[in-house]
């Protein structure tokens, strides 16, 4: 791979999770795209690989073929009977913020530390390894689907609190994001070519968006971000690291 000396794991996933497409396909699809190209990708890479599902089999699938991180954007809530497939392969796992339904009037940083405590404990009971579980703020993602079925949302209060259009919301998060430190895990966050980068800068291609993403990118590590998610690793790096060496001079 040509950035491996710019990244620490590469993410794989097989179905897009953006809530605003209409990208949802039957878990039967998403297994057979998997198993089409991971064993080549993992035998082509020097570093590890993540598998980003939110279902328990194409997980299984992906850590028999040598992925080692299963990137859960349900948190776990979809499907509760992920923890186990972590558990028993040992896996470490990203498990994102997700609300089961809209708590208008609390604070967004509250909401989403709520929402992944609750991941958490969940896989800790388990048995997963409290040292293999890092979190996730959700950046652009709503509340959580009802179901494993197909899932557009769109509109101004993607979180069902007319308080906080959705972009405003992400902003708060990254700008809080330090306080996400009392759950104790390492942070992970995606804003790379994020929806929300587009509607501040009025920019409608998202490759248009990289300075507002490595803007962004530094910012999360500033503060408190330990891993960022990102599709331009080359460039987000050299972000990254000048971010890195100032956070400890601001505390």
């Given at each position: 791979m040509e950035f491996e000396g710019f990244i620490?794991?590469?993410?794989?996933?097989?179905?897009?999770?953006?809530?605003?497409?209409?990208?949802?396909?039957?878990?039967?699809?998403?297994?057979?795209?998997v198993r089409g190209v991971?064993?080549?990708?993992?035998?082509?890479?020097?570093?590890?690989?993540?598998?980003?599902?939110?279902?328990?089999?194409?997980?299984e699938c992906a850590l028999k073929v040598g992925a080692s991180i299963v990137n859960d954007v349900t948190g776990g809530k979809l499907y509760p009977e992920m923890c186990h497939v972590v558990a028993e392969y040992d896996a470490s796992v990203i498990l994102m913020a997700r609300e089961r339904e809209a708590r208008r009037g609390l604070d967004p940083v509250r909401g989403v530390a709520d929402a992944v405590r609750e991941s958490v404990e969940h896989?800790?009971?388990?048995?997963?390894?409290?040292?293999?579980?890092a979190v996730?703020?959700?950046?652009?993602?709503?509340?959580?689907?009802?179901?494993?079925?197909?899932?557009?949302?769109?509109?101004?209060?993607?979180?069902?609190?007319?308080?906080?259009?959705?972009?405003?919301?992400?902003?708060?998060i990254i700008a809080n994001l330090g306080k996400?430190?009392?759950?104790?895990?390492?942070?992970?966050v995606g804003?790379?070519?994020?929806?929300?980068?587009?509607?501040?800068?009025?920019?409608?291609?998202?490759?248009?968006?990289?300075?507002?993403?490595?803007?962004?990118?530094?910012?999360?590590?500033?503060?408190?971000?330990?891993?960022i998610r990102t599709h331009n690793p080359k460039e987000s790096w050299q972000a990254i690291r000048v971010a890195e060496k100032l956070r400890p001079l601001l505390h």
């Open positions: 620490d794991f590469v993410d794989v996933g097989a179905m897009s999770t953006a809530p605003y497409l209409d990208a949802w396909i039957p878990v039967e699809r998403e297994l057979e795209r991971l064993p080549d990708i993992v035998r082509g890479v020097r570093i590890s690989v993540s598998i980003d599902t939110f279902r328990p089999q194409v997980a896989f800790e009971r388990c048995g997963v390894d409290p040292r293999r579980i996730d703020p959700g950046i652009g993602f709503p509340i959580l689907p009802l179901g494993d079925k197909p899932y557009v949302v769109r509109g101004e209060f993607r979180h069902g609190d007319e308080l906080w259009p959705w972009w405003r919301w992400d902003l708060y996400l430190g009392e759950l104790g895990k390492p942070i992970v804003v790379s070519r994020k929806s929300f980068l587009r509607r501040v800068t009025g920019l409608n291609n998202p490759e248009e968006v990289l300075p507002a993403s490595l803007a962004t990118e530094a910012i999360a590590v500033l503060n408190g971000a330990h891993v």
